[in-house]
């Protein structure tokens, strides 16, 4: 079976994009995959894709290179058209509304085309009709799932398949550094300034354990300058991307997420796959779409004190090994229904149920 994934950029350093360029890996496995990226601006994607999944893109937006059309919206829309009118897939999975809509006005009537959706529905306009050309959405939380099935009303078939994690072994953590860990993309809504001031009460109390932020993005210079201002630079490092998350958070006992909503929610799945707790806040569409509390993690209510409550949880779980190793071993059992086989094996029966 053809099948094609269909991406912004698998250029990127996103949620989306890791737990697509998974997915791809796993169903390469039994099938002819491919990731289209509609636009490219490095050499490399930003994340590994197996090799027996063949990678392009409509659009090569690198410095440097020449386009018979002036660069913007227009010229990428016209080449996604072509795209995709000469497209040979079976299946034709898409990774963004404005993209599940394009696939549906244009995409091979033929092939057998969902909708992968992670976050509330956009401006509903185009996506009521549209969608219907679909033959099936598939989200990643049950809260997305409930939202697009209220929107599409019955009009298309709307399914829960979680994200996959990268294919095991995964590492484990040995639950014996004094490291909290944290990653993901600096953006506001991840609001890792929370988290960076709750660090400070854990610095002053516990001041040989050590806070790990991995990532980047336009908060960079402002959560600097806060580790500057509370005297954290002993405290807390800024340890850059890494395409090797899972990795990267097994060197820690701890990983914290402090996010308004994490709709992406690849962060905490890899964190519970190496085997590390998860401390968040109880926000909607937040960790606790993933997190059990008190059997994979700790979650913390919003609100007034929040900042001395999250930091509290985190002296709570420093202080009490035993807790940490039991919840421990709740995120790895957690962290088995997002493994690549299982997830590929729900794509693959939504595929044959579409295409009857």
Request: glycine share 8%; net charge positive.
């Amino acid at each position: 079976m053809r099948i094609c994934l269909l991406l912004p950029s698998v250029y990127g350093m996103r949620g989306d994009v890791r737990s697509a360029v998974n997915l791809a890996g796993e169903l390469a496995g039994r099938h002819d995959v491919e990731i289209v990226s509609v636009r490219r601006h490095r050499e490399r994607p930003f994340f590994p894709v197996a090799p027996e999944v063949r990678l392009s893109w409509v659009v090569d937006a690198q410095p440097g290179v020449r386009h018979l059309l002036p660069p913007g919206q227009m010229r990428t829309e016209v080449a996604l058209w072509r795209r995709l009118r000469a497209l040979k897939a079976d299946v034709i999975i898409s990774t963004r509304p404005g993209l599940s809509v394009q696939v549906a006005r244009h995409g091979p009537r033929d092939a057998v085309r969902i909708a992968r959706e992670w976050g509330r529905p956009p401006v509903p306009g185009p996506i009521r009709k549209f969608y219907p050309r679909l033959d099936a959405v598939a989200t990643a939380t049950e809260t997305s799932r409930q939202d697009w099935d209220r929107l599409l009303n019955g009009g298309t078939e709307v399914r829960l398949i979680p994200d996959a994690l990268p294919a095991g072994p995964w590492p484990r953590s040995r639950m014996d550094n004094r490291i909290v860990a944290a990653g993901g993309r600096w953006v506001p809504v991840k609001a890792y300034d929370r988290l960076i001031r709750a660090f400070a009460a854990v610095a002053g109390k516990r001041p040989d354990w050590r806070l790990r932020l991995y990532g980047g993005g336009p908060e960079d210079k402002r959560l600097r300058a806060l580790v500057q201002d509370l005297n954290l630079h002993n405290h807390v490092y800024f340890m850059g991307t890494t395409s090797d998350l899972t990795g990267e958070f097994a060197k820690a006992s701890i990983v914290a997420v402090s996010s308004r909503a994490e709709v992406l929610g690849m962060t905490v799945i890899e964190a519970m796959a190496s085997g590390v707790p998860v401390i968040g806040f109880d926000s909607p569409r937040g960790p606790g779409e993933f997190v059990a509390d008190g059997r994979s993690g700790v979650l913390v209510p919003e609100g007034e004190g929040e900042i001395e409550a999250y930091a509290s949880a985190l002296l709570a779980l420093i202080d009490d090994e035993r807790r940490r190793r039991e919840l421990s071993a709740g995120a790895l059992a957690a962290a088995a229904a997002y493994a690549a086989p299982p997830v590929a094996e729900q794509w693959e029966k939504l595929i044959a149920a579409a295409s009857r």
